[in-house]
């Protein structure tokens, strides 16, 4: 593993405790380039570790608290007039930064989580008709609770799909626990991190990771997995081209993270929970049994041939 990512492994590590998949699962986030989605009950650590990347990485960082009256010009910017000569200026919003931290983005309105869409897919945003390129790199870490909790929103199908992973934390062991408690004992141990990874460092990466080599019987397997859940009779959405591509970089973060210079099928196994299974649009019938699409997804792979 590279220095670099085991200083920023180690950097994450001390603030959250015993959650080495979740770490995992970020640093392969932020090696494709994609955007993240942690999904928990509240108070599991989703801010902390988001805010943990943010600190670790030397590049801008904005965070915008969800919440109901929040406005798509809260986070876009807006087009203002500035009465000394009469001309209009736009007044970008917190979205324009490097990381940006979009926490409890599902208590917010349907229309202020759709404000998002352009920016997480295209790297830019239209205000008033006029087009406004975001910095590069561009990574949108969102926190949400369960949707069955009060007062939060659904996110729709397309912005879901525009996710590269989501996972959740949960509760750490109870030895991690206790080193929890410890570690807060003095100060919060995310006020002593320090950047250990800067903006060219982390684009030299990402770079790096597609080239990591895909065998033909390896993205055959990989495609297998994508086409299976689009022909289940209990999925009325499968995975989406735009999801498979991401599925594919995954994969290649994932072997590039254990320091391989080629992806195997368990890089394709382990990450199809997490970037698969929030695609799925499941059925009524599925859905009243109380199924979900990690279940699916987990079926379909063990079903599904193996390359050797």
Known sequence: MRP??????????????????AIELLLVGLLSGGHMLLEDVPGSGKTTL???????????????????????????????????DGTFSFQPGPIFTNVLLADEINRASPRTQSALLEAMNEAQVTVDGQ???????????????????????????????????????????????????????????LEALGPVMDRATLLAMQAEVRRVEVREPVARYLLRLVVATR?????????????????????????????????????????AGPVLAHRLALGAQARYGGRSGLTFVQEIVSRTPVPT
């Open 4 to 21: 670099e990512i085991e200083r920023l492994r180690d950097n994450l590590a001390g603030v959250i405790q015993g959650k080495g998949e």
């Open 50 to 84: 988001a805010k943990a990347l943010a600190r670790s990485l030397s590049m801008q960082f904005s965070r915008v608290q969800f919440t109901p009256d929040l406005l798509p010009a809260d986070i876009l910017g807006s087009t203002i007039l500035r009465p000394g």
């Open 131 to 189: 087009t406004h390129p975001l910095p590069s790199p561009f990574l949108v870490i969102a926190t949400q609770n369960p949707v069955d909790f009060q007062g939060t929103y659904p996110l729709p199908e397309s912005q879901l799909d525009r996710f590269l992973l989501r996972f959740a934390l949960g509760y750490p062991p109870p030895e991690a626990e206790l080193a929890v408690l410890f570690a807060h004992q003095t100060a919060p141990p």
């Open 231 to 271: 022909e289940h009779p209990e999925i009325e959405l499968g995975v989406s081209t735009r999801g498979a591509l991401a599925y594919f970089r995954a994969a290649q973060a994932r072997a590039f993270l254990a320091g391989r210079s080629y992806v195997s099928p368990d890089d394709v196994q382990r990450l």
